[in-house]
T-cell receptor, first 117, second 115 residues
Framework: AQTVTQSQPEMSVQEAETVTLSCTYD???????LFWYKQPPSRQMILVIR??????QNATENRFSVNFQKAAKSFSLKISDSQLGDTAMYFC??????????????FGKGTKLSVKP | EPEVTQTPSHQVTQMGQEVILRCVPI?????FYWYRQILGQKVEFLVS????????KSEIFDDQFSVERPDGSNFTLKIRSTKLEDSAMYFC?????????????FGQGTRLTVV
């Protein structure tokens, strides 16, 4: 069974600084997808970034980037130039390709990020 | 931009009562999901639905739960005889079919409070 572990329950960062959120996972699959979702106080889950396991290049979306280490089963999220609006709960999630499952996501417990002015 | 909508945003119900949580997925999506998040805990998969039937369910999704797509737009989660421990945020999600379309779009959630 796949598991996702986020070892940092809470983190804080000063505005404009950089912060890295950690995520490790366990799977015997070779092909899969990894995601970071953001859940602000409004509660709606928003996709931040995704990574296909077969791609060696780390995904980047503006201020958000990942460090994907497949052999180590590590998938960390780096937020550069942190903004107050980045304050939220961040969830790491794992998904097998649709052919191997019905696409359900397995989430970690989340990291609560606070960006301080 | 298309979005997943859920109603109601908050529902309070008495223990033992039945509740129906409603979701309108994105119109051209074919895979539908319900997730649950107990306050302060991780988001947990409940069930996935494709081609008008349950395709996968977790151990949480026992006989008190059921899902239905009664028409071409709604996707509902019914909880029979609610228990206090059913109090949680329930999220609906949908996904377009196809291996390259892997993003799940989530609704804003329904907060269920069982008293």
């Amino acid at each position: 069974a796949q598991t996702v572990t986020q070892s940092q329950p809470e983190m804080s960062v000063q505005e404009a600084e950089t912060v890295t959120l950690s995520c490790t996972y366990d799977t015997s699959e070779n092909n899969y997808y990894l995601f970071w979702y953001k859940q602000p106080p409004s509660r709606q889950m928003i996709l931040v970034i995704r990574q296909e396991a077969y791609k060696q290049q780390n995904a980047t979306e503006n201020r958000f980037s990942v460090n994907f280490q497949k052999a180590a089963k590590s998938f960390s999220l780096k937020i550069s130039d942190s903004q107050l609006g980045d304050t939220a709960m961040y969830f790491c999630a794992f998904m097998k390709p649709l052919g191997g499952s019905q696409g359900n996501l397995i989430f970690g417990k989340g990291t609560k990020l606070s960006v301080k002015p | 931009e298309p979005e997943v909508t859920q109603t109601p945003s908050h529902q309070v119900t008495q223990m033992g009562q039945e509740v129906i949580l409603r979701c309108v997925p994105i119109s051209n999506h074919l895979y539908f999901y319900w997730y649950r998040q107990i306050l302060g805990q991780k988001v947990e998969f409940l069930v996935s639905f494709y081609n008008n039937e349950i395709s996968e369910k977790s151990e949480i999704f026992d006989d008190q739960f059921s899902v239905e797509r009664p028409d071409g737009s709604n996707f509902t989660l019914k909880i029979r005889s609610t228990k206090l421990e059913d109090s949680a945020m329930y999220f609906c999600a949908s996904r377009f079919t196809g291996s390259m379309n892997t993003e799940a779009f989530f609704g804003q959630g329904t907060r269920l409070t069982v008293v």
